[in-house]
């Protein structure tokens, strides 16, 4: 399978545990975004990079969210302390952006969190 | 800030009928507008998009139209079939040059339901 890939595809965890989210692009994509996406909602931006520079955070990132992209490949996004609010599905996207007109995100299979 | 606002949010229609689904955009600097389409517990796929240098685009039986003046763009579903039952979400980016360019603000999702 050549397209996004993101692992674990479930995950049940305790409040105020650790998680670790891995996601990998599509060969050679430079472009790698976070959404969170809830139950009957559109997916959310939390956070895009450009090879391995972070270029944005949204605002519903908060200081318990933490991403990296450290060779330019696959990222990581981890969540600290969670909470019950972080229960969502978090997706991966992907995309080659060459020139401004032509970038398409692909979108991953989503990591789904259940915060008990 | 920016916002999509997506109707309706559940959509009903027999088989062979056409479907409309329509979302508005506030961000003026957004150019471009994909279109997913999510089946239940699957990643969003891209069916169908536009940039703001046409008004219309069409594939087989899906087309999409945008109106840049009124910041309306809309996606048509022509003889739909059963298959076409899924949650079907609009977007909107700006384009990569701007200032927060490349991510996309998505609408609510339009359920839609294709009745044999």
């Known amino acids: 399978d050549t397209g996004v890939s993101q692992d674990p595809r479930h995950k049940i965890t305790k409040r105020g545990q650790n998680v670790t989210f891995r996601c990998d692009p599509i060969?050679?994509?430079?472009?790698l975004y976070w959404y969170r996406q809830t139950l009957g909602q559109g997916p959310e931006f939390l956070t895009y990079?450009?090879?391995?520079?972070?270029?944005?955070k949204s605002r519903l990132l908060s200081d318990r969210f933490s991403a990296e992209r450290p060779k330019g490949s696959f990222s990581t996004l981890e969540i600290q302390r969670t909470e019950q609010g972080d229960s969502a599905m978090y997706l991966c996207a992907s995309s080659l952006a060459l020139r401004a007109e032509e970038e398409t995100q692909y979108f991953g299979p989503g990591t789904r969190l259940l915060v008990l | 800030g920016e916002n999509v606002e997506q109707h309706p949010s559940t959509l009903s229609v027999q088989e062979g009928d056409s479907a409309v689904i329509k979302c508005t955009y506030s961000d003026s600097a957004s150019n471009y507008f994909p279109w997913y389409k999510q089946e239940l517990g699957k990643r969003p796929q891209l069916i169908i998009d536009?940039?703001?240098?046409?008004g219309e685009k069409k594939d087989q039986r899906i087309a999409v139209t945008l109106n840049k003046t009124a910041k309306h763009f809309s996606l048509h579903i022509t003889e739909t079939q059963p298959e076409d039952s899924a949650v079907y979400f609009c977007?909107?980016?700006?384009?990569?040059?701007?200032?927060?360019?490349?991510?996309?603000?998505f609408g609510q999702g339009t359920e839609l339901s294709v009745k044999p």
């Open positions: 060969s050679e994509h430079n472009r």
């Open positions: 977007a909107a980016g700006r384009p990569m040059i701007y200032n927060q360019g490349g991510k996309l603000i």
């Open positions: 536009i940039r703001s240098n046409v």
């Open positions: 990079f450009q090879n391995e520079a972070q270029l944005e």
